[in-house]
């Protein structure tokens, strides 16, 4: 499992030296938000420190397929929907303003950015209406969205019919590690410590700032920006307002002569295809995306990955399967991103998430908010995205994604009282929760080691479910997941699954 990206870029140095004792702002996570807002910070002349718990790049930035669109399937009119015309009008601009500071820091960065139209297509007369809805959407933000009826085959590039086509032309394709990688070497030449394997464990706030805990020391600091991907501090139950989907990525060679996209896609049917082609050493690369699920709730991952290798193959028969990752990103009840001060943190937090899987604009959208609140110069966009309030139908959602985590909770640990208790080891690659007395432990064999470990997530206490295309233990409440040794991956939780007793 590695990324076309992580396959096709320079490796990006770690930093494994102690955090500093203070700075102005910290900011933990080193993906696209996290580096964009240390960009920003910095040349605004802020002390920034950034503090990453893995690599940079490692979690869903490295992991996407790396889209800088302002047409995003349908999330228009869902934005619409739920917030309006003059949020849905903010979003665009706020998206806009992202997608124009990336090229602009970008320029001249050979394979960092390539200009490609993006077009949101449809196969059903459902898919049709969806269309529809978002090209209404898309009008009235002013986006010069054009419609296509029952494009030919030829038109698009693409091997499948067609019923209807959304197109955007000027968008683009990034190669999300090389811009990562620019991003990081500014700002460490610019004296901005990046540390790597240092995971925040903890903050206090006190009168004038914040003590960040880390792994490996504490930071003092006036503000602490969270670009952690997953809301990691409770404080404002955010994350009790995301909704983690999990998707797989496949690329592909693609031979000489055979169907050749022509813009980065994304079908609004389900299940739900991203496409898009890159040249690598003068081959044609072919990127699927497919088999969304909510993290931790499908019962076979390794099935969903297939059934993504199955339509490829379907469509593309001569397609070489080059490599697949797996990548999640949190979608927010109101469809809009959050990005500002956590409640209760004094005025010293600030949280960027909820992309809903279009966070190449959003994170730097996200980073310009914050920066801008912290040096105190807000765009008009932000202050409208600042001000919407969540109306009636996102109470209602997140109601309905609390109902459905406690239904989980409650569901799964009954599940870990049936759960059948054998003395066999798992078969290699497989895992399953077993109990001991009255505690959950998840066994898994990988790699000929069989491992004992307490089954509960760390972060509130779900009820753990095996991965099997991926060899992870993956939380079905918040999305959390861990090695098969323990260690934190991704998602809200900070510390390691523990040794199951003996
Ligand atoms: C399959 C898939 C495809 C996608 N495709 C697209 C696309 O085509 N276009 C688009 O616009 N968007 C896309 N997205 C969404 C986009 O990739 C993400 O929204 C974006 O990368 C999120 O960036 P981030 O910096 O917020 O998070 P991340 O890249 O996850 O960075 C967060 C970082 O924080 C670190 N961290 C976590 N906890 C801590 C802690 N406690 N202490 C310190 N560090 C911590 C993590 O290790 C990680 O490196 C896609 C997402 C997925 C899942
Ligand atoms: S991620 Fe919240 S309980 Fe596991």
Known sequence: MRSLWAETAPPIPDDASAPPGGTTVVVAGAGLTGLAAATMLQSAGVRVAVVEARSIGAVTTGNTTGKLSLLQGDVLAHVREH?????????????RAGQEWLCREMQGIAGAVAEESAVTYATTPAGVKTLDAEFAAAQSAGLPVERLAQPARDELGVPFEIEAALRLEAQFRLHPLRVLAELARRLRAQGV??????????????????????????????TLVLAAGASVLDRGLLFARLVPSRSFVVAYDLPAGAPSPRG?????????????????????????????????????????????????LSNWPAARRRTWWAAQDYRSVTHLPFAGLLPRSGGHIY?????????????????MRIAGRIVGSEEPWAATLDAHHAGLADIGETIQANTSV????????????????????????????????MSPVAE??????????????????????????????????????????????????????STADE
């Open 193 to 222: 410590p990046i540390v790597t394997g240092c995971r925040m464990t903890d903050v206090a706030v006190e009168d004038h700032g914040v003590v960040v805990k880390t792994e490996r020391g504490d930071i003092r600091a006036a």
């Open 444 to 497: 898994s064999t990988t790699g000929g080691v069989t491992r004992r470990l307490s089954g509960v997530c760390t972060h509130l206490g779900g009820i753990l479910t095996w991965n099997d295309a991926e060899c992870s233990w993956d939380c079905p409440l918040h999305g959390s997941r861990f090695t098969p040794g323990g260690q934190v991956l991704e998602g809200p939780a900070v510390a390691a699954l």
């Open 264 to 312: 980065m896609f994304l079908s609004v049917d389900e299940p739900s295809r991203s496409l898009r082609c890159d040249d690598v050493d003068g081959i044609r690369v072919l990127t699927i995306g497919g088999g969304a699920h909510i993290t931790g709730r499908a019962e076979h991952t390794g099935r969903l990955l297939a059934e993504v290798d199955d339509w490829a």
């Open 83 to 95: 917030a309006g015309d003059e949020a849905l009008r903010a979003y665009v601009e706020s998206n």
């Open 406 to 437: 406690g239904g989980h909770l409650l569901a799964d640990w009954v599940r870990s009282g049936v759960g059948q208790s054998t003395t066999d080891p798992p078969a290699e690659g497989s895992g399953r929760i077993a109990r001991r007395g």
């Open 351 to 367: 949280a960027a998430t909820g992309y809903g899987k279009w966070g190449m604009t959003n994170a730097v959208a996200s980073a």
